[in-house]
């Protein structure tokens, strides 16, 4: 103990010390400026400050309101205007900063997600900034390292869409063309995005900026059994839609079938668990507040078991797609090692490389866990247990990027997993009087989080670059440099964000770091609803038999466990857009939409997303410096105005995707 402090000191230096030695010989020979460069000066110091600002912005609106946005796209478009700027800027340069910047974003939502958690549970009087700082860097970095075999698997042998990806790639691509005067293909490129950019941003900013209308339309009845005078029961019903043109943009991207998977997952809570427990247990007040009491309390958990088994079930099914790609990523280093001739687009940063560095951070993370449990042995557990669900839940991560979307990506879910069984194990090792039995649950979720958050977005980086012909390895150093540019900042913009407004309060209520501290404490006080996460758990055991079937008589249709999971554990208002986008999406093919309208309906969705991200971190750049949530003007009697320009939207993709 007397040297623990010292070693600690020491230790993290060296680390410091590496992380510029690594950056530097990776990319020395790569600073040149010519038009096929990938890693330039400016693509760093551009990706290195982009980072930073979408971290804090992003932080602040998880903080507010649970959910972060994806910034892939956002950081391609503000990219693309900067570096339009200089003479000898390409695609793949433009690929790079926006794959630096959106591993910052990711990161916030790693970090808000979880260590909040740690001053709600009184564990921390304040926001440690070195704190803070380690832990986002090391679980961003293990994150990142994580997605190296994973993204030959996913990637190239699963074949899964990755459906922001694919919208940041024709982003980039859009750019590129305009920027070489080419002609398109009638799909209307730049101009489209440009438009369908400026539509989104205007909805954002007159609802998120100015509150002229909700963010959602919802409403719910309650439908009573009665006996005579003697009314016997009463269940609620509710159903409503978040106002938004980038959940429509994405459910387009996935598709009908993974929209209607996604909602059907919603209606399990809203249209059986809540009504049935609502007429067994009973209700008091407004049925769309207790409807919403009752989710948030009792049937998301559904979702939380759903997702554990989920998340086993889809490890298993990737066991032999993992194993292939890391044979893959060991052949690729005996084939460069033997000077073969290997394409650019599979270079991954060397499989060798990557698990030397991993067994290096073991060492940091075993000292952040005996800092907080003293105890060597506990520690040592704590440990594995982090490294073993951080690949785990990288890989689910990963996983669901590939099916809905970063933007959807249930990372809170596999987190309070993570916590779940945490806490039980220490439960049985530390007993009901510790008072850093929950404290240290948190602090290995929290490092869970980080990562599974960053292999979820890198990996989306990563299609995006394989569509513009990047070079893998050149995109994993980049994500490690954004990673560990946000982790500087993000130390000081918690201490920032909990002095202005307190984190936890009405004001900035951190709704995901409040669940994780429900779990966690939930289990040492005998709380946690287990019932519903058993429930949920033979929910996904059906979805599985359900989805083997599927497979079995060659169904097209087939029934992921985890995307219905999402949907059970995602508030209804965000399922349901979804569902609409995909079926926008089977519609406009359906009546007979050609390839160049399909392409068209892809740059719009991207734009919608674009313009909505862009603004969405506009409006919080403001509140954040002066620390004034009412900094906007707020205007009134506009209410019906979203949900006609809502509409509008609707009309108007569909208008362009099912163009013959």
Same mark, same amino acid.
């Given at each position: 103990?007397?040297?623990?402090k ?11 010390d ?11 020979? /790569?600073?040149s ?10 693509a ?11 971290a ?13 946005v ?15 700027l ?8 433009? /690929? ?9 974003e990711?990161l ?23 704190e803070?700082?380690?832990i ?6 293990i ?7 994973l ?5 190239i042998n ?9 919208a ?14 080419k ?5 209307g490129?730049?101009?489209i995005?440009g438009?369908s ?6 909805m ?15 409403g719910a ?5 009665s006996r ?34 996604v909602?059907?997952g919603?209606?399990?809570s ?34 939380v ?10 490890l ?22 033997? /000077? ?8 991954d940063?060397p499989?060798?490389? =990557?698990?030397?560095?991993?067994l290096?951070?073991l ?21 594995v ?25 249930p990372i809170s ?24 039995g ?24 990563l299609?995006?670059?394989?569509? =513009? ?10 994500q ?6 946000s ?39 005998? /709380? ?22 599927q497979?079995?008589?060659?169904s ?7 995307? =219905? ?40 969705s ?23 949530k ?6 009134s009697g506009?209410s ?16 362009? =995707?099912?163009?013959?």
């Open positions: 103990k007397i040297g623990t010292k070693i600690k000191i020491y230790f993290y230096t060296c680390l410091i590496a992380y510029i030695i690594f950056f530097l010989t990776f990319t020395r020979i /790569n600073m400026n010519n038009q096929n460069s990938e890693i330039t000066v400016k760093v110091f551009l990706g290195i400050i982009l980072s930073m600002i979408l804090g912005a992003n932080a602040y609106l998880g903080l507010f309101a649970g959910m972060t994806s910034a892939s796209i956002p950081a391609a478009v503000i990219s693309m205007g900067v570096l339009s200089f003479k000898n800027s390409n695609i793949r340069e433009n /690929n790079i900063v926006q794959t630096a910047a959106s591993a910052g990711s916030a939502a790693g970090v808000i997600f979880t260590i909040p958690a740690l001053v709600l549970l009184g564990y921390w009087d304040s926001f440690d900034y070195a803070v700082a380690k986002a860097a090391i679980g961003g970095v994150g990142v390292l994580f997605t190296v075999p993204r030959r698997a996913l990637i699963a074949k899964l869409k990755y459906p922001e990806g694919v940041t790639a024709e982003v980039l691509q859009a750019g590129d063309e305009a920027r070489k005067g002609k398109d293909d009638g799909s490129g730049l101009k995005i438009l950019s400026l539509f989104g941003g205007i954002k900013l007159f609802q998120g900026g100015f509150g002229a209308w909700s963010s959602e339309i919802a009845t309650v439908i009573t059994a005579g005078s003697n009314t016997l029961f009463g269940s609620i019903f509710g159903i409503g839609t978040d106002i938004s043109p980038a959940l429509i943009s994405v459910g387009y991207i996935v598709g009908r079938n993974i929209g209607i998977l909602v059907g919603g209606l399990i809203w249209l059986f668990a809540i009504p049935i427990y609502s007429a067994i247990v009973g209700f008091e007040g407004d049925a769309l507040d207790s409807a919403w009491d009752i989710w948030n309390s009792k049937i998301r958990y559904l979702g078991g759903a997702m554990v088994v989920g998340g086993v079930w889809s298993i099914k990737l066991f032999k797609p993992l194993i292939e790609g890391i044979r893959a990523s060991l052949d690729a280093l005996k084939n460069n090692a033997s /000077n073969e001739n290997i394409p650019t687009e599979e270079k940063m499989i060798n490389y =990557v698990g030397i560095a991993l290096a951070l060492v940091p993370v075993f000292l952040l866990y005996v800092g907080i449990v003293d105890s060597l042995p506990i520690a040592a557990i704590l440990t247990v982090m490294m073993v669900f951080g690949f785990l839940f990288s890989a689910v991560a990963a996983y669901m990027a590939g099916v809905v979307g970063s933007s959807n990506n879910g596999v987190t309070i997993a993570t916590i779940l069984f945490t806490s039980i194990l220490l439960f049985a090792l530390l007993g009901t009087g510790s008072g850093v929950a404290a240290s649950a948190i602090m290995v979720g929290a490092v869970v989080c980080c990562a599974a958050a960053i292999g979820g977005d890198n990996l989306q980086d299609k995006a670059g394989q569509l =513009v012909g990047a070079t893998p390895w050149k995109q994993q150093v980049m490690i440099v954004g990673t560990i540019s982790a500087i900042v993000l130390g000081l913009v918690l201490d920032i964000l909990h002095t202005a407004y307190t984190i936890g309060s009405p004001t900035l209520s951190a709704p995901q770091a409040t669940l994780m501290k429900s779990v966690a404490d939930g289990v040492f006080t005998g /709380n946690l609803p287990w019932m519903f996460v058993y429930i949920g758990g033979l929910i996904a055991v059906a979805l599985i038999l359900i989805d083997l079937r497979e079995k008589v060659g097209d249709f087939r029934v992921p466990v985890l995307a =219905v999971a999402v949907g059970i554990y995602l508030p209804i208002t965000l399922t349901v857009p979804i569902f609409i986008g995909g079926m926008i999406n089977h519609f406009g093919k359906s009546a007979g939409g050609s390839d160049v309208s399909e392409k068209k309906g892809l740059l719009m991207s734009g919608f997303i674009t313009g909505e991200a862009l603004m969405g971190i506009l409006v919080a750049v403001p509140i954040f410096i002066s620390g004034q009412n900094w906007w003007p707020q205007l506009m019906l105005l979203g949900p006609v320009l809502f509409l509008v939207m609707i009309f108007w993709l569909y208008k362009a =995707v099912s163009k013959k």
